[in-house]
């Protein structure tokens, strides 16, 4: 049978919501892997597809719901971390930072966050933890605490701080690069950036209260034999300075996305050739390898760097959503939204601000509950035509704004609510079995659904102070008070030792 166009009447919607929800479930239960999960769905749907009368998703639309944007960029990451990790690169940093922390857990973790959060605010998200990992993971187990203390808050920080930007999280991208929002890189900047900062300090206050023994109060102390260097040396240099070089240019390209219109994918690819490329060559230029030696180059790197399953349920993962996508049920849930807001507005006859107020807090939570059981990409590639399309019938002129910031925020930060809910989530978890821990659903949940309930509250005080207060007032005002919490403890610091 060649490709069919997908039936988009309410049975069909019916059966992939079903599948979508018993996948939920499985996953929760914790069972079976997870990768057969999704894998297990995609068969479902295909038995379905090709043998009923419900045609869900046809091989050929499967094939372009596969983001290879996501898949490519994730495999030309993971390989970049493993060619760094010849050169000893990431013991080397963990030194550094166990100095600086003087071997306290706490102060470690602090660094770990900020780093992760940061970072995630210049690159995407998944590629931030795929480099803050190792250095989590050495951390940990330098340290003698429980790996999750570490990578569960770091996650987060990663997509929090990617909310910040344009650059940072995917849907943000999607975003900005719709004409129809009429938003520049530096509007995500101005209006963003201050709120996640707010959250980062939330995440950090409340990752110490999680995990109290770990890297909370009872483990506030110093330990001096933790900190001591473990005489990690530099190895393979002059890869090592080959490789910072062209991750610079890599760098550049992701950052120059708005410009050149390049999937992050294509300057990530381009570098990790050239960067194998060059460790090929200064491996031969030492050795005169046998023909099994020879196998040690880039066969090494994917057999044992590339994270497979990883890759494997991002695949299947993708399918089920572009189902869900494909049958119109997204459309579906996006077009039930505007009719809320709709009949909220007018049954209560509120006035154009309290109805942009109401608008932009329903945007806010629905965005941050889908987005945490289902991708946010679809969600908000989806959800833009309709914002689109409500702000033209609220007439609501430059405060209409708000409803982006809301889509903005509802997407990015409820990702954190699940494992799947976001790439980064997946990303890290998967890195972490490989390394012996495993993190469970239910772990990943219990503590990932506080952090994105916390979040989306402060995200909706924030848009409430947008629309009543005013966007300016409030950036500048929270500015003020972050310049104020970074700085008054050093002046304090400062008098005291003068005293």
């Not at 995440?203 to 034999?225: E, K, M, N, Q």
Request: net charge neutral; proline share 4%.
């Amino acid at each position: 049978m060649h490709g069919f166009d997908s039936t988009r009447d309410i049975a069909s919607q019916g059966i992939v919501a079903f599948i979508l929800v018993a996948m939920f479930a499985l996953l929760a239960l914790d069972r079976v892997h997870r990768v057969l999960v999704p894998i297990g769905a995609v068969a479902v749907i295909w038995l379905v597809s090709y043998f009923s009368p419900f045609k869900l998703i046809s091989f050929e639309t499967a094939k372009n719901a596969v983001d290879l944007n996501v898949i490519l960029l994730l495999f030309a990451m993971m390989a970049l971390v493993g060619v760094l990790k010849t050169t000893n690169v990431f013991p080397w940093a963990v030194d550094r930072l166990l100095e600086r922390s003087r071997g306290n857990p706490s102060r470690a973790a602090r660094l770990i966050l900020w780093f992760t959060g940061v970072l995630s605010a210049i690159l995407d998200n998944v590629t931030t933890v795929i480099f803050a990992y190792p250095m989590a993971s050495e951390m940990a187990r330098r340290l003698k605490i429980n790996g999750s203390a570490f990578f569960l808050p770091m996650v987060m920080a990663a997509n929090i701080g990617g909310t910040a930007t344009l650059i940072g999280d995917p849907p943000n991208v999607l975003i900005g690069a719709d004409p129809r929002t009429g938003l520049s890189f530096m509007d995500f900047i101005y209006h963003l950036a201050v709120p996640c900062t707010f959250m980062m300090i939330v995440l950090v206050w409340y990752s110490r209260r999680y995990y109290p023994t770990d890297i909370g109060t009872t483990a506030d102390v110093d330990h001096a034999g933790a900190a001591a260097p473990s005489g990690a040396k530099l190895e393979n240099v002059p890869l090592l300075r080959a490789t910072c070089w062209i991750t610079v240019l890599i760098f550049v390209g992701f950052m120059t996305h708005t410009f050149t219109h390049m999937p992050v994918a294509v300057p990530a690819v381009i570098g990790i050739a050239a960067i194998l490329f060059a460790q090929d060559y200064y491996y031969l230029k030492e050795h005169k390898p046998t023909h099994e030696e020879r196998q040690h180059g880039v066969l090494t790197i994917l057999e044992k760097d590339i994270e497979w399953p990883t890759l494997a349920f991002f695949l299947f993962l993708f399918i089920l959503v572009g189902a869900a996508v494909a049958t119109g049920l997204i459309e579906s849930l996006a077009d039930g939204l505007a009719w809320v807001i709709q009949r909220i507005s007018s049954g209560f006859g509120l006035s154009p601000t309290a109805t942009l107020l109401v608008a932009a807090l329903i945007i806010l939570w629905v965005s941050g509950f889908l987005s945490a059981v289902i991708d946010n990409i679809p969600y908000t590639a989806v959800t833009i035509p309709l914002v689109a399309s409500l702000l033209g019938q609220l007439n609501a002129g430059s405060d209409g704004q708000v409803l982006w910031w809301a889509l903005s925020l509802g997407a990015c930060l409820g990702g954190n609510g699940t494992l799947i809910g976001a790439s980064a989530n997946v990303t890290v978890t998967g890195l972490a079995e490989k390394d012996g821990k495993r993190i469970s659903f239910n772990e990943f949940t219990a503590f990932g659904s506080r952090v994105a309930a916390i979040t989306l509250v402060m995200s909706s005080a924030y848009l409430a102070l947008w629309l009543y207060v005013g966007s300016t007032l409030v950036n500048v005002a929270g500015a003020g008070v972050l310049l104020l919490l970074f700085t008054a403890p050093r002046f304090l610091n400062r008098s005291a030792s003068r005293e």
